[in-house]
């Protein structure tokens, strides 16, 4: 089942099960414990004997966040006994920056590892990041409005407010996307900064004032985590969609490229003899300073 239609699987629970395991030993522990510690017999303990839901929906809890952990690939199970997934890159599994580094993990595992299952999660995400950073659907009902007017419904399958909840948290929670308070309600911003400025040592090779075409780049990050431009979930949505305007990147990306130039943590350049990509703002409007050719690491702050 993909995460997105699993409501109990939440970012904090995921986050929760997996920093425990770092830190145990052998990086395991049987099932019964686990899911106690996800639902301690105190919280059911004095249910009502009215509501056999509550007690129903706690013990669903503890099963369905453990088996979802193992369906992404984060953990496995060998016979009474769960455990982080030794196949994950070392780094994922060091007890000290693991939790750092899981949110990268997860995208990984979502996103780039041919999880059929997390295919759903993909476009509903890629279909985000395409939508126009400026006039983007920030709640339910106008999710809604927009995935009829761009008529991919049958493709989204976003049918209810459960879903679009999970979207909300895990994009936020994975850096592709932030949400704020507008007149008393949520709203959520396709804004990928974060995800990107975690990603800039990888990319770069860890060569702090490396050069490389922003074309690289672009291709670059999308092989990291396709549902940027020219990944596969993104070219399945702009099918579906309409395609960018030839070499312009969206205006989320654009305006994560901006933010993390006014930032310091990169460079944009325009070189006379190079391929230029256009970095639009609001209204597709487009000025010198979104015609880039290259793009520069300029290392991490403190």
């Not at 997934?85 to 993990?105: F, M, V, W």
Request: net charge negative; with cysteine.
């Amino acid at each position: 089942m993909s995460i997105l239609k699993e409501p109990l699987a939440t970012p904090s629970r995921v986050r929760g099960i997996f920093r425990y395991l770092l830190q145990a030993k052998g990086q395991k522990e049987k099932r019964e414990v686990l899911e106690k510690l996800l639902s301690p017999d105190e919280l059911v303990k004095d249910a009502p004997p009215g509501r056999p839901m509550f007690r129903k929906t706690i013990n669903q809890i503890k099963t369905r966040t453990v088996n979802e952990n193992i369906n992404i690939g984060l953990l496995i199970e060998e016979e009474d006994e769960i455990a982080i997934n030794p196949s994950l890159p070392e780094d994922a599994r060091n007890p000290q920056i693991g939790d750092k580094l899981l949110p990268d993990t997860l995208t990984t595992l979502f996103f780039a590892s041919d999880n059929a299952d997390e295919e759903d999660f993909g476009l509903v995400c890629a279909w985000f990041l395409a939508q126009d950073i400026y006039d983007a659907p920030g709640n339910w009902e106008a999710i809604q409005n927009q995935v009829n007017a761009q008529k991919v419904g049958e493709l989204l399958k976003m049918t209810n407010n459960s879903l679009f909840g999970q979207m909300d948290d895990w994009m936020c929670y994975l850096g592709l996307s932030w949400g704020h308070a507008l007149e008393g309600q949520k709203v959520i911003v396709p804004d990928p900064t974060l995800y990107i400025k975690r990603n800039l040592k990888r990319i770069f090779n860890e060569q702090v004032g490396t050069k490389i075409l922003i074309r690289e780049f672009i291709d670059k990050l999308a092989e990291q985590c396709p549902l940027f431009e020219t990944g596969k979930f993104r070219d399945e949505i702009e099918i579906n969609i309409g395609r960018r305007q030839l070499n312009y990147l969206s205006t989320s990306t654009a305006f994560a490229l901006f933010r993390l130039r006014d930032e310091g943590y990169i460079e944009l350049k325009r070189e006379s003899d190079a391929d230029l990509m256009i970095l639009p703002k609001a209204n597709n409007r487009v000025d010198s300073e979104g015609q880039i050719s290259h793009i520069i690491w300029q290392g991490e702050k403190l």
